[in-house]
Every structure is written in C-alpha cells, then in structure tokens.
C-alpha cells in the first residue's frame, strides 16, 4: 500500500506540474469517496474545468460553491440528470462534446448494489 505521505508529496508536485485548464468529468462525485476526490482534485487543479454529474443542483450547490473558494481560478459546470439512463449518458456526452476538445481525467463512482437483481434502463441511442 502507498503511504499517506507518499500520496500527499505526489498531489502536491501535481499542482505545480499540471497544465492549466485540465477537463475533468465526474459523475457521482456529489457525496462520499467523489466527492472528496473532486474536493482534493479541485485543492490541486492549475484553474480546471470541471464537470460534475448528479441528480439535484440544489443539492450540489454547496458542493459547487464550495469548489470555487478552493480554486477560483477553476471552472465548475454542473450537470443535473439521471445517469443510470443510457439517453441521458448520450446527452451529457454531447453537452460536453459541444463545449471540449477532450477529457483529460474521468471520474466514475457511481452505482449501488442492490438485493432486487437487475433492474433494466430505457434504451435511446442518440447517434
């Protein structure tokens, strides 16, 4: 396992090293082990773009406002929808095709287990 401190020495050269404007996306990072990746990430980010997926912007508000005090210099875009709807995966990948060139860092942590088994999704495709 890598020490604490290991860890600590690498995020901070990441701040120094990075190049400014690193595009981020990350769904599922408005609680738990996200969203204190996303807080870290936002700490050590040279003024990131960052877009955060989840289901209320009400209730990543304070998450988003929070962001911009620890890197003002960073951008924070919030998406709100459904993720476990592949149409919705669709339209937040086109939102963000419109607006980047590419992703530098991907983010995913979200999902749940659950004791009922499979539970399909609706099925859109927008190609």
Do not use: W
């Not at 963000?96 to 009922?116: M, N």
């Amino acid at each position: 396992m890598v020490a604490l401190k290991d860890v600590r020495i690498s995020n901070a050269r990441f701040k120094e090293k990075a190049t400014p404007g690193i595009v981020a996306l990350f769904v599922g990072g408005t609680s738990g082990v996200g969203k204190g990746t996303l807080i870290q990430f936002a700490k050590t980010a040279n003024a990131p773009r960052v877009y955060l997926v989840g289901r209320s912007k009400a209730s990543a508000t304070p998450l988003l406002n929070e962001l911009e005090r620890l890197n003002p210099s960073g951008t924070f875009t919030f998406i709100e929808t459904q993720i476990s709807l592949i149409k919705n995966v669709d339209s937040v990948c086109d939102e963000i095709k419109a607006k980047e060139q590419k992703l530098d860092i991907i983010f995913l942590s979200t999902g749940y287990l659950t004791l009922e088994g499979r539970q399909g999704t609706s099925f859109q495709r927008h190609c």
